[in-house]
């Protein structure tokens, strides 16, 4: 700018330009106050998704399994099968998110994403329950596992069952989708 400048868009009343290193360090703060609180409340939530499930998962296990067609074990595959359906729910709208260029809609395709991810840690809380803590296992008795035990003691080599149900279930998506993308590639020449 001509060095008169200034004084005459002052005595207009127009607003005079900060420098940039002044504008810059204002927004730095701002922008830094907002990524606190971002990961303030998301770090919340995340442990409200995490150890909500977890308490519950135990209780699931006393109330449902013994009851669910198959007992423990028709439980574990139950929930080895919905794993990979939560994280296609996880996985199908995040493909969509465009931060650059529609902030609006990727936002609603990463809301569109949240119940699948708590239907994920649901799973896997159920699916950490079955597994035997090493102590008890090491010292022969279980007293202070709590529901771990109580699983592994009533559903041997539970996991497995769980873990097997996991993997034929991507394998049978993956198959699935293999199938559906022939169908439209053939149906679109």
Not at 28 to 38: E, I, N, P, Q, T
Request: hydrophobic residues 45%; proline residues 6%; charged residues 15%.
């Amino acid at each position: 700018m001509r060095p008169g400048r200034s004084a005459a868009r002052a005595s207009k009343g127009q607003r005079q330009r900060q420098p940039q290193s002044q504008r810059a360090q204002g927004s730095r703060w701002g922008k830094a106050g907002f990524a606190c609180l971002v990961l303030l409340i998301g770090g919340v939530a995340a442990a409200g998704l995490v150890l909500g499930p977890y308490a519950w998962a135990g209780e699931m296990w006393r109330d449902l399994a013994p009851g669910w067609p198959g007992e423990g074990y028709g439980f574990a595959v139950t929930a080895g099968l919905l794993l990979p359906v939560a994280g296609a729910l996880v996985a199908l709208p995040l493909r969509y998110i465009n931060w650059k260029q529609d902030k609006p809609r990727s936002a609603g395709w990463a809301a569109a994403a949240l119940p699948g991810i708590g239907a994920c840690v649901l799973i896997l809380s159920i699916a950490m329950h079955t597994i035997r803590p090493k102590g008890s296992s090491r010292s022969g008795y279980c007293h202070s596992g709590g529901e771990y035990c109580w699983v592994s003691l009533n559903y041997p080599y539970v996991w497995v069952v769980g873990l097997g149900a996991t993997v034929l279930g991507v394998v049978a998506g993956g198959w699935l989708y293999g199938v559906y993308r022939r169908r439209v590639a053939s149906g679109n020449e």
